[in-house]
């Protein structure tokens, strides 16, 4: 069974940091483009961050220098960390795995249910 299960979520102050997880199974993670995307409220949801299965990695300008995407494919798990927190990352992050390595939620097939992030200022 193909599935992807998102944790590591939670309420936090700004300026604090998260590590989310995405453990992967049913399908060959090492090879699979991954994505983390987050839906805030009241907004679409939108890709993050992206790695390709040799490494290369690839963030939204919003992120950049604050998430970190990162992968173990020994553990089929794959990780954002979230530091520097701030209120407007607050918001629903999927992880997904993909065909291609972009950040566009339409060339991800397969979800995960999300976990929620909340960031009080």
């Known amino acids: 069974q193909v599935q992807l299960v998102e944790s590591g979520g939670g309420s936090v102050q700004a300026g604090g940091s998260l590590k989310l997880s995405c453990a992967a199974s049913?399908?060959?993670?090492?090879?699979?483009?991954m994505g983390w995307f987050r839906r805030t409220p009241g907004q679409e949801r939108d890709g993050v961050a992206s790695?390709?299965?040799?490494?290369?990695?690839s963030y939204a300008d919003s992120v950049k220098g604050r998430f970190t995407i990162s992968k173990d494919d020994d553990k089929n798990t794959l990780y954002l960390t979230i530091d520097g927190l701030k209120p407007e990352d607050t918001g629903r992050y999927y992880c997904?795995?993909?065909?291609?390595?972009?950040?566009?939620?339409?060339?991800?097939?397969?979800w995960g249910q999300g976990t929620q992030v909340t960031v009080s200022s």
């Open positions: 049913g399908f060959s993670f090492s090879s699979r483009c």
């Open positions: 790695i390709r299965n040799d490494g290369m990695v």
């Open positions: 997904a795995a993909g065909s291609r390595c972009n950040l566009d939620p339409r060339t991800y097939s397969v």
